[in-house]
């Protein structure tokens, strides 16, 4: 391309540039004024670019407490649609700049989303409440945003007064936390932000696990239960006392001994308490589950198998270990919050030196030991409630096990069971004697170590094992 006349090429690049700006302003001074620019100054009587705007980022699995608090605050209200070319960004100074006529009213997009065990609700994607508060104009930009590959829920307030405005956002957070689909309700949280698998959540039917069938050793679950459920039930006295109430516990021991089957227990005994677990990925989502558990206490919320980030930096702060950023997160929460960590790991010589470093920050730990001769008798007698093994039976299968674990005996016993069918007939103690022999040889030695094994939590995406088909008791 000539240069015209004796214009250098940084004085045509200037001149270029100068014109082109002009083009742009004579456009945007010629252009009809925009749908929601229109909208939004008849609504604050004002030109709306001069109204501050507060802007507010939730996890989108929270996207659903932000419509419901939405529809709690402003009832009489129907909120308009937001149709937009696709990759565009949706804020307020893009709805009222619209440089490019993007932006038009139109039909609700809506999204449904899990709020309980298989219950749904559909939520607004992009959409904006032109309403009152208080006598007060206000607006509210509620929105989808795609971030780094991963949604978040986007909340933009627009109020002439910002002291009222600043009272929606407060007002919002209330009755996000107070009409949460979470409050109450067991979940696990899948994936990581920080990673290609986007974050989720995912609701389960609260497990029912009678103290009973949880077999440990003598008292320890009693210990278990005071520590993280007789503590709430005492919050009143401790609060009056001055004493704290957050509080953390370690479960250790070899895989499949009944740590999550312990657990699993303490989740179904009050229905009344949030649950949040979090294993692999999603460890790196603590502090977030932390902010939520805060809110909506009680809260108990469970990390599985800390030991497999004791040394992992890929999402710790400054690179540190993100199982110091755990411990920290455990000891940023305030002290009267009704919340419990439980902690669970197969490797207690991993976690020790960090726990030693970061010393309060769980206050007992528990093993979880391999079940002794009358633990193992209680496991097959447990599991065997419906057949008709005799109680020496019983007792010799437990005297020739040492060493086992609670998927084994629940094994040997479904074993004992299968082989007498093929007999045609039902099973007897030698049909159990003979399936725990055929566990304990050397054949059969990647069988038992693969019994010992715990499961991934959950085993389903969309379910929770239930206490008769968990391999431990």
């Given at each position: 391309?000539?240069?015209?006349?004796?214009?250098?090429?940084?004085?045509?690049?200037?001149?270029?540039?100068?014109?082109?700006?002009?083009?742009?302003?004579?456009?945007?001074?010629?252009?009809?004024?925009?749908?929601?620019?229109?909208?939004?100054?008849?609504?604050?009587?004002?030109?709306?670019?001069?109204?501050?705007?507060?802007?507010?980022?939730?996890?989108?699995?929270?996207?659903?407490?932000?419509?419901?608090?939405?529809?709690?605050?402003?009832?009489?209200?129907?909120?308009?649609?937001?149709?937009?070319?696709?990759?565009?960004?949706?804020?307020?100074?893009?709805?009222?700049?619209?440089?490019?006529?993007?932006?038009?009213?139109?039909?609700?997009?809506?999204?449904?989303?899990?709020?309980?065990?298989?219950?749904?609700?559909?939520?607004?994607?992009?959409?904006?409440?032109?309403?009152?508060?208080?006598?007060?104009?206000?607006?509210?930009?509620?929105?989808?945003?795609?971030?780094?590959?991963?949604a978040q829920s986007q909340l933009e307030i627009m109020c002439a007064d910002e002291s009222i405005g600043d009272e929606l956002?407060?007002?919002?957070?209330?009755?996000?936390?107070?009409?949460?689909?979470?409050?109450?309700?067991?979940?696990?949280?899948?994936?990581?932000?920080?990673?290609?698998?986007?974050?989720?959540?995912?609701?389960?039917?609260?497990?029912?696990?009678?103290?009973?069938?949880?077999?440990?050793?003598?008292?320890?679950?009693?210990?278990?239960?005071?520590?993280?459920?007789?503590?709430?039930?005492?919050?009143?006295?401790?609060?009056?006392?001055?004493?704290?109430?957050?509080?953390?516990?370690?479960?250790?021991?070899?895989?499949?001994?009944?740590?999550?089957?312990?657990?699993?227990?303490?989740?179904?005994?009050?229905?009344?308490?949030?649950?949040?677990?979090?294993?692999?990925?999603?460890?790196?989502?603590?502090?977030?589950?932390?902010?939520?558990?805060?809110?909506?206490?009680?809260?108990?919320?469970?990390?599985?198998?800390?030991?497999?980030?004791?040394?992992?930096?890929?999402?710790?702060?400054?690179?540190?270990?993100?199982?110091?950023?755990?411990?920290?997160?455990?000891?940023?929460?305030?002290?009267?919050?009704?919340?419990?960590?439980?902690?669970?790991?197969?490797?207690?010589?991993?976690?020790?030196?960090?726990?030693?470093?970061?010393?309060?920050?769980?206050?007992?730990?528990?093993?979880?030991?391999?079940?002794?001769?009358?633990?193992?008798?209680?496991?097959?007698?447990?599991?065997?409630?419906?057949?008709?093994?005799?109680?020496?039976?019983?007792?010799?299968?437990?005297?020739?096990?040492?060493?086992?674990?609670?998927?084994?005996?629940?094994?040997?016993?479904?074993?004992?069971?299968?082989?007498?069918?093929?007999?045609?007939?039902?099973?007897?103690?030698?049909?159990?004697?003979?399936?725990?022999?055929?566990?304990?040889?050397?054949?059969?030695?990647?069988?038992?170590?693969?019994?010992?094994?715990?499961?991934?939590?959950?085993?389903?995406?969309?379910?929770?094992?239930?206490?008769?088909?968990?391999?431990?008791?």
């Open positions: 391309m000539a240069i015209p006349g004796n214009l250098s090429t940084e004085q045509f690049a200037t001149a270029f540039t100068e014109f082109m700006e002009q083009m742009t302003m004579a456009a945007r001074e010629t252009a009809a004024p925009g749908v929601y620019l229109e909208l939004l100054s008849a609504h604050f009587g004002r030109d709306p670019l001069s109204v501050d705007t507060v802007s507010h980022t939730f996890p989108w699995w929270r996207h659903a407490d932000v419509d419901i608090a939405l529809t709690t605050l402003f009832p009489e209200t129907t909120p308009t649609g937001v149709r937009y070319a696709q990759g565009s960004e949706v804020s307020f100074s893009e709805l009222l700049t619209d440089r490019y006529q993007q932006f038009e009213t139109g039909a609700l997009a809506y999204e449904t989303m899990p709020v309980g065990h298989e219950r749904r609700r559909r939520v607004i994607v992009n959409g904006l409440w032109v309403a009152r508060y208080k006598e007060h104009a206000v607006a509210v930009l509620q929105t989808k945003n795609q971030n780094f590959g991963y956002s407060q007002e919002i957070r209330r009755c996000m936390d107070l009409h949460s689909t979470l409050r109450g309700e067991y979940v696990t949280l899948a994936g990581s932000t920080l990673q290609d698998e986007a974050l989720s959540v995912r609701f389960h039917d609260r497990p029912s696990i009678r103290p009973e069938d949880v077999i440990l050793p003598s008292g320890t679950l009693a210990r278990i239960r005071r520590h993280v459920l007789g503590l709430s039930e005492m919050k009143t006295q401790l609060r009056d006392a001055g004493q704290h109430l957050k509080r953390g516990i370690l479960l250790y021991g070899p895989p499949g001994t009944g740590k999550t089957h312990t657990v699993r227990h303490l989740i179904g005994e009050n229905a009344a308490t949030t649950v949040i677990v979090l294993t692999g990925p999603a460890l790196g989502n603590i502090s977030m589950a932390a902010e939520t558990a805060r809110a909506l206490q009680p809260s108990l919320v469970v990390l599985e198998d800390c030991d497999l980030v004791a040394e992992d930096r890929d999402f710790g702060d400054a690179g540190r270990p993100l199982l110091f950023e755990i411990l920290d997160t455990l000891d940023g929460l305030s002290e009267d919050a009704d919340v419990a960590f439980v902690l669970t790991t197969n490797r207690a010589d991993v976690l020790e030196p960090a726990l030693a470093q970061r010393p309060g920050r769980v206050d007992l730990a528990m093993e979880i030991p391999l079940p002794d001769h009358d633990g193992r008798l209680k496991l097959f007698t447990l599991y065997s409630q419906e057949l008709t093994f005799s109680p020496q039976g019983l007792r010799d299968a437990a005297g020739s096990t040492e060493g086992i674990t609670a998927s084994f005996a629940k094994e040997a016993i479904r074993r004992a069971v299968v082989n007498a069918a093929a007999a045609g007939r039902q099973a007897r103690d030698e049909d159990l004697l003979t399936a725990v022999a055929e566990l304990m040889s050397d054949q059969e030695l990647l069988t038992a170590k693969l019994l010992a094994s715990e499961p991934e939590w959950p085993v389903e995406p969309d379910e929770v094992l239930e206490a008769e088909d968990h391999p431990e008791p």
